[in-house]
C-alpha cells in the first residue's frame, strides 16, 4: 500500500479475520512479578485465565500476553523464565476462548515460536525488529501478524535523556523501513505502534499523541499504548498508576480522534466504553 492511501480495515491473522473498521480494544495480561501498574497479579495460571476471560466478557478483540516488563529500569529475564510465566496461560487461553485473537507480547524468538505454536495470532515487539530481525521470517511461518513498535534503547536505560532531531519523522522513517522488512519477509499484517513511553520525553509522548494520523497515512493501522503511562502521572501532579484512569481514558479518546485503530489497555470495559461513545458521535458526524 502507498502512502497515502487508505488505511487497511481488515486484517489476516493465521485463522482469524480481525475487522478494523471500528476501533479495537486489546487488553494486557502481565504475568510478570514487577509490571509499573499489575506486576504480580496474575502470576498464577488460573488466575491469568479468569483475568482474560473477564476481559474478554468487558468486550477486548485482542489479549496481549506478557511474561517481561518492558517498565523503564525493568531487568531483562532469560527465555526460559518467560516461556515458564506465558507458555501455560497461553495453551489454555487459545484452546478455550477460540473466538479471541491473541498476541504474544516479546522480544525473544524462541518465546514467540513457542507461543505461535500454542495458537497466538501475532507477535507484540517491543523493539521493532531491532533486537531479533528473525521474527519477521517467524510470522511469515505462521501467517501471524505483527506489531511494529517503535522504541529507542533498552527498558533498562531508554528513559535516560533520549533525543530526537524530530520524533515525528524517525518514527516515520522507522515504520517505513520496517514495513518494507515484514513485506518482503511475507508479513502483510502489520500493526503500527509509535511506542508511547520507550525512548521518550513527556514532550516526544505529546508530539506522538497531537500528530497520530501521520501514521496512519502509511496505510497500516495504528496501535496506542498509553494506558496508565508515566506522562499521564506527569501531567496530573505524579499521580500514581492506579489512579490515572481518567487521565488514560482522555488520551485514548483523543488517539481515537487522530485515527488510532487498536487501544492496548489495562482497563477494558472503560476502553471499551470509550469507543462505543466514539462511534455514536463521530457516526452521527457523517
Do not use: W
Not at 476501533?23 to 497479579?41: C, E, Q, R, Y
Not at 494506558?227 to 502521572?233: A, D, E, N, W, Y
Amino acid at each position: 500500500m502507498k502512502e497515502g492511501e487508505s488505511i487497511t480495515t481488515k486484517l489476516s491473522l493465521r485463522d482469524q479475520h480481525l475487522s478494523l473498521i471500528r476501533p479495537v480494544v486489546m487488553g494486557i495480561l502481565n504475568a510478570t512479578p514487577d509490571s509499573f501498574s499489575d506486576g504480580g497479579k496474575f502470576l498464577s495460571t488460573r488466575k491469568a485465565v479468569n483475568r482474560i476471560e473477564q476481559m474478554i466478557m468487558e468486550g477486548a478483540e485482542i489479549i496481549d500476553v506478557g511474561g517481561e516488563s518492558t517498565r523503564p529500569g525493568s531487568d531483562p529475564v532469560t527465555e526460559q523464565q518467560e516461556m515458564d510465566r506465558v507458555l501455560p496461560v497461553l495453551e489454555i487461553a487459545c484452546k478455550k476462548f477460540k473466538e479471541t485473537i491473541f498476541s504474544i507480547d516479546t522480544t525473544k524468538y524462541q518465546v514467540a515460536e513457542e507461543a505461535l505454536k500454542a495458537g497466538v495470532h501475532v507477535v507484540n515487539d517491543v523493539s521493532g525488529l531491532q533486537k531479533e530481525p528473525r521474527l519477521a521470517d517467524l510470522c511469515s511461518k505462521y501467517k501471524a501478524g505483527y506489531i511494529l513498535m517503535h522504541s529507542k534503547g533498552n527498558p533498562k536505560t531508554m528513559q535516560i535523556n533520549p533525543v530526537y532531531d524530530d520524533v515525528m519523522e524517525e518514527i516515520t522513517q522507522f515504520f517505513k523501513n520496517g514495513i518494507s522488512k515484514l513485506n518482503k519477509a511475507g508479513v502483510d499484517s502489520v500493526i503500527l505502534d509509535p511506542g508511547i513511553g520507550f525512548g521518550k520525553t513527556l514532550e516526544h509522548n505529546l508530539q506522538i499523541i497531537i500528530g497520530l494520523r501521520k501514521f496512519s497515512l502509511l496505510g497500516m493501522p495504528v496501535l496506542v499504548g498509553a494506558s496508565r503511562k508515566s506522562m499521564i502521572g506527569q501531567l496530573l501532579d505524579n499521580r500514581p498508576a492506579e489512579d490515572r484512569l481518567a487521565g488514560t481514558i482522555a488520551v485514548q479518546y483523543h488517539s481515537l480522534l487522530q485515527g488510532a485503530k487498536i487501544l492496548r489497555v489495562h482497563d477494558v470495559q472503560e476502553a471499551v466504553d470509550s469507543v462505543r461513545i466514539f462511534e455514536a458521535v463521530t457516526g452521527r458526524q457523517n
